[in-house]
Each structure stands twice: as C-alpha cells, then as structure tokens.
C-alpha cells in the first residue's frame, strides 16, 4: 500500500521545496536582475529588488565594449570539440574496460578518476610552458586537447557504466554475425548506448563550457570563451556590477536553456544504474 | 556440410580446468544435444565451437579445416542465444538481415533471404516491428530467423528455450525439431533439460564436470547408461538407485531401476513399504514409497489411474530384467 501523505505535510514539504529551490537560484536571479540595473542602482544601499529602471543599456555597452559572439562562438567551439574528440577515445575504452575487462581495469578506472583530484593549478606552469613553446596558448586547438584531457576521466567512467548495462550476449551474437570489432562498436554498441552518450555529452558539454581555469589561464583574446569574458568586467578599471551580471548572464543562458530543455536526459543519466 | 570433429579440446580459466582434454565426432546433419547438470561444462564447449572461447590446448576441425584459430564469423556457424541477443534497437528485418549485411550481400539476395525466413517462421507480419514488441516466443524466431538466412554450416543452440513458459517450450521444440528435418544442417543444442535432450536428439553427449560421460542416441542412453551419473541423469523421473542386501543379490555394488519398470500392487510383490505422496495425473500415477532401511523415497510408476493414497501399504515387483547393475565406481556392469 501507498504510503498515505496528509494535506499538512504535503503543504509542509512544498513550502520547504521551494525555499530551497529559491535559496539555490537566488544568486543567478539575483545577476539577472542586476543586470538591468543602472551601475549606481547595483551598488545601491538598501538594495532594489524588482522596483528600478530596467534597463538594457548594460548589455549593449557589454556588446560594444567586447565581441560577445566571438566568445560564444569560442564556446561551442571548446565544448563541442571536446565532448566529441572526449567521446572518440573514451567509447573505445569504455568498450574494453566494460566487456574485455583485464586483471586491472578497476585500478585503471581509479587511477583515472583520481587524476581529477589533482589540483590543476599544480600542472598549470608545466603545460603553459609547453603550450608556449608548440604554439598552442590562445588557441582553440590547444584549449580544445586540455578540456577534453581534463574530462576524460569522467566521460569513460560514465560510459563504462552504461556499457556495463548491455548484455554481451548482443555483442557476441554481432560476432557470430561476423562484424568486425569497428561493425560492433558502430553498428550494435553505440545504437544501444545512445541515451548514455548522449547524457554524457551534455553533461560534458556543460563541464567545459563552464570550465574557467583553464580557459582563464591559457588564453587571451582569441580563444577566449565566455568564462574568460566575465573574467575580463572584473577588471583593472574597476568592477562594474551591473555590466559584470549582464556578461554573466548573456554567458550562462545558452547552457541554462541547454540544461532545462536536457533535464530529464541528465537526470537519468546520472541516476543510471542505481536502480535497476 | 557441417561435420565437427574436437581433437583433445581443452579449456582452463588460469588454475581451474573447466575442460579436460576431450575428443568428439559431430557429423554433418547430426542433431547432437549437450546435456548436463549446470556447470558441467556444456555451454562452454559450445562457446570453444563457435569462437566466442578460446581452446587452451587441442583443435577444432570444421569440415576437415583446422578452425582452432579463426574467429567466430570465419568459421561459418550460427548461434542462437539463450536471451535471444537480438539488436534491441533494429526492427526484425534489420536483425535477420544484420549477417547478411555484415557478409556484404547484395540488397535482393537479402532481401529474398529473409523474405525465405520470414515464410518459413511465420515473422512476415512482424518485419517491421522491434524485438521490444514481440512476444517471448516470436523473438526466439526472430533469432533463429537471423541465423538460418545465412545458411551456415552448423547452428548452435545455447539453452535456447529456457527463457519460455512451458507451453511455449514444447511448441518450439517441435519447430526446431521440424527445421532441422526441413534443412537438415548440423546442430548442436546446449540443454540441462534432459526431456529436450531426449526429443530432439540424434544423439546425446552426456556431459558433468567438463568430462564426456557418455555419447548415445537416446534410447541407447535410456537402455544401457555407462555409469551411474548417466543412469541418473536420463529418463524422467529419475531411476532409483539402491544399494545394500538388493543390489548384492543382484551381483552388483548398486543396482538400478527406473519408476516405469517397477509394478505396484496393494497385495503382493517382492518389496513392501508405504506410500509417502500420490501423484494422479490420469495418464499416470506416480508413488514416492518409503522402504525400511532407505532414506530417500522409491518412485514408482504405474499407467493409468491406481487408487493408492498416502499412508496405504503397497507392494514393489520390478522387472527383474531391466534392473541395471554397477560396480563399486558406479560403472555398468554388463
């Protein structure tokens, strides 16, 4: 039988849901807002909430002040190639770890993972140093191999439990089918695996495109993505609050409507495996 | 042509040795079933067959050709797995022409192919739907479907009927009993049902513990089993075995006989004991009969219906002819 849920308690546990939603928001709602604020109202004392002059005037300023297509245009670029170059190699391996699983596999996959405990600022003169000398700063060549090098780790992990949800049986009856190792993978493997790969290119999608270290430290105006176009309104000119949330807002919209629309995808995504 | 020869084919996961050196004679267009007890091996060999393992020592011939190396599609067998494997995300037509399209085959030689396959399993209605649509039953066509277009040169039968209710099992047995009549390849069907084993057979490879207890068409394997694991194992229910004052009367360490040679009787016969439980099934009456001096219950089978209930005193004559003897290492003794 159901458990039974009094009026009270249903009431209770909404309220208490949408404070914590709203307590969680309220710093992005809060950028929002400020960002159609004039720079006085910004840093006003007391703050205004929802009574001021809404104005657009940051967002052109912003526009003209810094390319922000370029930037976004940069973006998609770094994060896209990435998650596409990060699913290249990790399919494969994923593939080997899931099905041909050697002595130490398990030590492998943890050998990986705890390469993202690492603090990347330790590694960061090492690979400046070597993408100055090959060519690679400010470029999106270079941020693209670095984004998909730091993901790695967590695109195979997540594909490795999802490959480990498909039967072998299917894989060894392609064999017996007479398909190849690449007919296998592309023509059985990857069909099957599609809501996996494609929750784990969104989650890696959104990773990179929120990436701020690297991007931050190995570019410059070129290969710059949104990250570093926020970074740049805290500037030595002094911050200026209102057009800072208008950057930020304009650099967080594509994903947060990317992950709204993807939300169900994600979710399941995360959960897979954990209950059967 | 399908014939099948293993040459001391051998199998070891590191230190366990699931299969000691062993030799078998398929020939082509035999039905031969791999039966035994779970974990006996059967599947196993099935798989050092195809491909999908391989040998740690001996060879496997195809046809008179050294297969031992070659991978699973080269070696032109077909498979047909316990879960149906079939690609989830293909409609039924994909599937069945997956081989063929992994071979290279031209669209309408494919297409004639499964056309060909579709008739013959009764799938043409349902070429354009997924497995995730199909019931129990039509998928495990589907599955022989995807094998029988490509026109190997044996089928391998993995417990291929498990995963179905029992009505379903008998029905399918009997398709699978007429294709091979139809087609007359060789197959190879892995089962630890022993009454699959026993109908479908042209002959039975008793195996336990990775070790070939004994090769037999069916009745040969009912009427003198080598030992007393295959006198155990085959025939349904199972043989009694007794051991002690009867057997050495007999000239045997233990003696065996099957519930169907044991006659009952509310008055006389050789043995006496009490009925434990009745089974009535019209056709047949089953007895479990408690004997002095022996722990597990007799069975006993009589045809139609016999009026005995629990607890009723009854009385054993077996036939003294089809009693099988063994010696101290559970051997026949002729």
């Given at each position: 039988?159901?458990?039974?849920?009094?009026?009270?308690?249903?009431?209770?546990?909404?309220?208490?849901?949408?404070?914590?939603?709203?307590?969680?928001?309220?710093?992005?709602?809060?950028?929002?807002?400020?960002?159609?604020?004039?720079?006085?109202?910004?840093?006003?004392?007391?703050?205004?909430?929802?009574v001021f002059d809404w104005t657009l005037e940051n967002y052109s300023t912003v526009q003209e002040r810094s390319d922000y297509f370029l930037h976004f245009m940069n973006s998609v670029i770094l994060s896209l190639g990435s998650t596409v170059l990060g699913l290249l190699i990790a399919i494969p391996a994923a593939w080997s770890m899931a099905f041909v699983p050697a002595k130490r596999t398990k030590d492998v996959l943890m050998w990986m993972l705890s390469t993202k405990m690492l603090p990347p600022v330790g590694v960061l003169v090492p690979i400046y140093l070597i993408f100055r000398d090959i060519g690679l700063l400010d470029t999106r060549l270079g941020l693209v191999i670095v984004l998909t090098l730091i993901n790695l780790p967590i695109i195979i992990w997540m594909l490795f439990t999802y490959f480990r949800e498909i039967p072998g049986d299917i894989l060894e009856a392609a064999r017996m089918d007479g398909a190849s190792l690449r007919d296998e993978i592309i023509h059985v493997l990857t069909p099957m695996a599609v809501p996996g790969i494609a929750s784990t290119l969104l989650l890696n999608v959104i990773l990179a495109w929120n990436e701020a270290f690297w991007t931050l430290n190995l570019t410059a105006a070129n290969a710059a993505p949104l990250t570093a176009f926020i970074a740049s309104y805290s500037s030595p000119e002094g911050l200026f609050y209102a057009k800072l949330s208008a950057a930020s807002t304009m650099a967080i919209a594509p994903i947060l409507i990317l992950g709204w629309f993807s939300q169900k995808q994600l979710v399941r995504g995360l959960t897979f495996g954990a209950v059967k | 042509m399908?014939?099948?020869?293993?040459?001391?084919?051998?199998?070891?996961?590191?230190?366990?040795?699931?299969?000691?050196?062993?030799?078998?004679?398929?020939?082509?267009?035999?039905?031969?079933?791999?039966?035994?007890?779970?974990?006996?091996?059967?599947?196993?060999?099935?798989?050092?067959?195809?491909?999908?393992?391989?040998?740690?020592?001996?060879?496997?011939?195809?046809?008179?050709?050294?297969?031992?190396?070659?991978?699973?599609?080269?070696?032109?067998?077909?498979?047909?797995?316990?879960?149906?494997?079939?690609?989830?995300?293909?409609?039924?037509?994909?599937?069945?022409?997956?081989?063929?399209?992994?071979?290279?085959?031209?669209?309408?030689?494919?297409?004639?192919r499964i056309e060909n396959a579709a008739k013959v399993l009764n799938l043409t209605d349902y070429l354009d739907r997924r497995p995730g649509q199909l019931s129990g039953g039509q998928r495990q066509r589907v599955a022989i479907g995807r094998a029988i277009v490509r026109?190997?040169?044996?089928?391998?039968?993995?417990?291929?009927l498990s995963n179905l209710d029992a009505a379903l099992r008998v029905g399918m047995r009997l398709e699978i009993s007429e294709l091979h009549e139809r087609l007359e390849t060789t197959m190879i069907y892995v089962t630890h049902d022993q009454v699959e084993a026993m109908t479908m057979a042209d002959k039975i490879v008793v195996l336990q513990a990775g070790r070939i207890e004994q090769v037999g068409s069916p009745l040969e394997l009912y009427h003198t089993p080598r030992n007393r694991f295959v006198a155990g194992f085959i025939g349904s229910p199972k043989m009694n075995i007794l051991e002690g004052a009867e057997a050495e009367k007999r000239g045997g360490h233990a003696i065996g006989i099957r519930p169907e040679h044991i006659a009952p009787s509310a008055t006389t016969g050789t043995w006496k004991g009490v009925v434990g439980v009745s089974e009535h099934l019209g056709s047949d009456t089953f007895f479990h009969v408690h004997m002095d001096g022996r722990r597990e219950p007799l069975t006993v089978r009589a045809g139609g219906e016999v009026s005995l209930h629990h607890g009723d005193a009854i009385f054993l004559t077996p036939d003294e002819e089809k009693i099988h003897r063994f010696d101290h290492e559970g051997l026949r003794i002729a």
């Open positions: 039988m159901a458990r039974a849920v009094t009026t009270n308690r249903k009431v209770v546990s909404t309220v208490f849901g949408w404070a914590i939603a709203i307590l969680i928001f309220f710093p992005i709602l809060w950028t929002i807002l400020t960002s159609f604020k004039t720079e006085a109202e910004a840093i006003a004392s007391p703050p205004s909430f929802l | 399908g014939r099948i020869v293993l040459k001391d084919v051998a199998k070891s996961f590191g230190d366990v040795h699931v299969i000691p050196p062993l030799n078998l004679e398929i020939e082509d267009g035999e039905f031969v079933v791999f039966v035994g007890p779970s974990g006996c091996g059967k599947s196993t060999l099935l798989r050092l067959i195809a491909g999908l393992e391989d040998v740690s020592g001996g060879v496997i011939e195809i046809d008179g050709e050294d297969a031992t190396g070659m991978p699973p599609a080269k070696r032109r067998l077909a498979m047909v797995f316990q879960s149906y494997a079939l690609y989830p995300h293909m409609t039924v037509r994909k599937n069945i022409a997956f081989p063929l399209k992994m071979a290279g085959m031209d669209k309408a030689e494919q297409a004639r026109e190997p040169a044996a089928f391998l039968f993995d417990e291929p």
